[in-house]
């Protein structure tokens, strides 16, 4: 079946540690997108990648890193310098060809600070 | 500064009932505008769709109504179905910046029995 596949479902992080979550897609979508969800709020736009090699910041880059060499994955990097990394995390990917195509989205990470 | 604003936190609705979720946005360069249902723990599934261009698009027991000129979107379901007990988040794309989609904080609508 083809999906976006997000991998571990729950992780859990000590301070001062960096940690990596997984996202792979196998729909051949050429963007990709890395957003958070605090309780009680929208969905917010962390980094995106429109092709292999490239990614963009979004509204809320500081303290995450990214990566894309290769098509169908996209990790995330929570790094130290992120004040406030506990919250839920979702990647998306969808189609660039063609006019306004829907993003769809993995089921998530949650990330938690011990 | 929010750009996508969902003011009722939740609905409840009689099973059977129309569903009418709302949505007002205040970037006038939004050119596309989606419907996601999400269920606890999990990520967003994509409902319906809406561009610019257009006042409707129905998809079944789903419809996205575009008024511009007031910056406002509904979304009906009808009938409701317990089903569709969920939070219901209103996107929009294309309002300038990053090529990411601007979410609403998001409904939760109950239906009842």
Redesign the interface.
């Known amino acids: 079946d083809g999906g976006?596949t997000?991998s571990p479902k729950y992780l859990f992080r000590k301070e001062g540690q960096n940690v990596t979550l997984s996202c792979e897609q196998n729909l051949n979508h050429d963007?990709m997108?890395w957003?958070r969800q605090d309780p009680?709020?929208?969905?917010?736009?962390i980094y995106?990648s429109?092709i292999v090699n490239d990614f963009?910041?979004?509204?809320i880059a500081e303290g995450y890193s990214v990566s894309r060499e290769k098509k169908e994955s996209f990790p995330l990097t929570v790094t130290s310098a992120q004040k406030n990394p506990t919250a839920?995390y979702?990647c998306?990917s969808k189609e660039v060809e063609g006019?306004?195509q829907?993003?769809?989205?993995?089921?998530?990470t949650?990330l938690s600070i011990l | 500064d929010q750009q996508?604003k969902q003011n009722s936190?939740s609905l409840s609705v009689q099973e059977g009932r129309i569903s009418i979720l709302n949505c007002d946005y205040t970037n006038s360069m939004f050119?596309?505008f989606?419907w996601?249902k999400k269920y606890p723990?999990?990520?967003?599934?994509?409902l319906i769709?809406i561009?610019s261009i257009k006042d409707k698009n129905e998809d079944g027991r789903f419809t996205v109504f575009l008024n511009k000129s007031a910056k406002h979107l509904s979304l009906h379901i009808v009938p409701s179905q317990p089903g569709d007990s969920a939070v219901y988040?209103c996107?929009a794309?294309g309002g300038g910046?990053?090529?990411?989609?601007?979410?609403?904080?998001?409904t939760h609508l109950i239906i009842q029995p």
């Open positions: 976006i997000q963007a997108y957003y009680g709020q929208g969905l917010r736009l995106y429109q963009q910041k979004g509204d839920f979702l998306a006019v306004n829907p993003q769809h989205f993995g089921d998530g949650r | 996508v936190p050119d596309y989606l996601y723990a999990e990520g967003p599934t994509f769709s561009s988040f996107a794309l910046g990053a090529d990411g989609l601007t979410f609403g904080k998001g």
